[in-house]
């Protein structure tokens, strides 16, 4: 299972990731807006850059319980495939 060791604002909704097993890569969250739902917060921008890794499951989370998968992470800021569980 990948982890998030580190995470930095870029500009934008552009965040670049590193990963446990040392791959770097950056997403684009502009999509996740599209959303709705919960991801509606991102569209204040002092919420959205209040990201951290979350201590417990080393992913990137957000205040109030907001968390994206490590591996969907992974997926969108290296282009490696999913795991066949998160297909």
């Not at 990948?2 to 999509?31: C, N, P, Q, T, W």
């Amino acid at each position: 299972m990948v982890e998030i060791k580190s995470a930095h604002y870029i500009s934008d909704y552009r965040l670049e990731l590193e990963f446990s097993d040392g791959m770097l890569g950056r997403i684009d969250f502009r999509d996740y807006l599209q959303r709705g739902g919960v991801f509606a917060r991102f569209q204040d921008m002092v919420y959205f850059k209040s990201f951290f890794i979350d201590p417990v499951s080393k992913t990137l989370a957000w205040p109030d319980g907001i968390d994206i998968d490590p591996e969907m992470l992974y997926h969108k800021a290296t282009g490696a495939p999913l795991p066949e569980w998160a297909r």
